[in-house]
């Protein structure tokens, strides 16, 4: 057989061998009461299992090996983190274990214990030629309640992991929600191509200087822009001029540094996208709503949240404009749909979660994840790729808690530590 630890980790966790007659190696008796807890730190495998040997009941640790002579090789001998080890469980037991004191440590030996169809069904799942994922064979199959209690773990998980990177640049804004918002909101409306620039320009323009002029949205957008770097240029329009008259005064005013205007991205992106277009709604969204993060913790409904970015109107110059002195056919240059939803997804929802983990209220979290299930699931390969293999995939909280699955479980054959590779592997 072809085996790894992590397997007999598995089987001994959910006690899926033969325990009929248990005995360890010298012929005691062995009845397992609890398995114990699976320690992911340094130390024995299971903490806190119980047992009984003969007469005596055991409490204490378990330790996992392919072979007996594993111990001594992992260097266990000397260390006296393994001195509580209570049962020492194996495939192969090539020799006995006796601890420094003296004691021997009993042993269970599973080599006949494991059933082939179970070893089969892990050795095709982890070892076998899928192209995508190692269920692609089987995932069609798994039930409704457990795909969707796996992939709410997972999704907190996810949510867990990118709530660190909120807690990160809250520190760095001294414990300020509002500015760390605006900071991610920025990046965001860079939708991937531009949000360096788009998250550079929100930092060097701090919140508190916009607010100072946000009664005057021709101040808001000159700061906007001008941070951005395209005010540094000469123009026929009266709209720039007038950006640049307005910019030209706050940068004294405010000891403005704009970030270079290089780094802006136009090739391959649909007019519609045009980082001039993205930072104009940005101005307008700054117009209309500022404090914008505690307007989102008030708002309890999915349609009101996603009124904050339908009802933003910019200035009327980019009706027949996508850049600065360039005419165009005129157009509406108002959010789409599915850029409102990229927003409220990687940025709404974010922050809820990471708002509700930092105050310990649930109440936010739990708003978080509706949002999720209330948004569209996003169009990739790989949840297109999960479709075909007949998961049913309807909303961003399923396709989120899906890219999550595949990257760090999937990718990493982590079929044992899966929800959905734990119920296949299951015997019927």
């Known amino acids: 057989m072809l085996l790894t630890e992590d397997f007999l980790h598995y089987i001994w966790k959910f006690r899926l061998f033969e325990r009929q007659n248990l005995q360890t190696t010298d012929g005691e008796e062995l009845e397992i009461f ?15 299992a119980r047992i009984r ?24 001998t000397n260390d006296g983190a393994y001195n509580n080890v209570i049962l020492h469980v ?14 021997k440590v009993p042993t269970l030996e599973l080599q006949n214990r494991i059933s082939e169809e179970l070893y089969n069904k892990y050795h095709k799942l982890v070892f076998g030629n899928q192209t995508f994922i190692p269920c692609e064979n089987s995932i069609g199959t798994v039930d409704g309640l457990t795909m969707q ?3 709410t773990r997972v999704l907190v998980e996810r949510m867990e992991k990118r709530q660190a990177n909120v807690t990160a640049t809250l520190a760095l804004n001294k414990g300020d929600w509002e500015e760390t918002f605006y900071q991610f909101l920025a990046a965001n409306f860079g939708f991937k191509v531009n949000a360096l620039p788009f998250e550079l320009m929100a930092k060097s323009l701090p919140q508190l200087t916009l607010a100072k002029n ?14 951005a770097g395209f005010l540094d240029a000469e123009f026929k329009d009266e709209y720039p001029l007038k950006l640049q008259k307005e910019y030209a005064y706050l940068r004294k005013k405010y000891n403005l540094t704009p970030i ?41 409904e999915v349609k009101a949240l996603r009124g904050l970015f339908t009802e933003i109107k910019i200035n009327d110059y980019w009706d027949d404009h996508y850049r600065f002195d360039v005419p165009s056919k005129p157009s509406s240059k108002n959010m789409g749909d599915g850029s409102i939803d990229i927003l409220l997804l990687n940025t709404v929802a974010l922050f809820l979660f990471s708002y509700g983990k930092q105050h310990q209220q649930q109440y ?48 990493y054959k982590k079929c044992l530590q899966c929800g959905v590779g734990n119920k296949i592997l299951k015997p019927a």
């Open 90 to 103: 194996v495939y192969r037991d090539d020799a006995p274990l006796f601890l420094p004191n003296g004691r």
């Open 214 to 227: 946000k009664n005057n949205p021709m101040q808001i957008e000159a700061l906007i822009f001008g941070q």
């Open 34 to 48: 609890s398995a114990g807890l699976h320690n992911s730190d340094s130390g024995p495998d299971f903490h806190n």
């Open 364 to 411: 936010y979290i739990s708003r978080s994840l509706k949002l999720l299930e209330n948004l569209p699931a996003e169009k990739n390969n790989i949840i297109s790729d999960f479709v075909n293999l007949g998961v049913k995939i309807d909303t961003a909280f399923e396709s989120q808690a899906l890219l999550e699955l595949k990257n760090n479980y999937c990718n």
């Open 149 to 151: 209690n796996w992939l």
């Open 260 to 300: 270079e205007n290089h780094l802006w991205k136009f090739m391959r992106l649909r007019p519609q996208n045009f980082p001039t277009i993205r930072l104009a709604q940005f101005a307008a969204l700054i117009v209309q709503a500022n404090h914008l993060l505690s307007k989102i913790l008030e708002i309890k």
């Open 53 to 76: 040997i003969g007469e005596t009941v055991w409490a204490g640790n378990v330790e996992v090996h392919l072979s007996a002579s594993d111990w001594q090789k992992h260097g266990h």
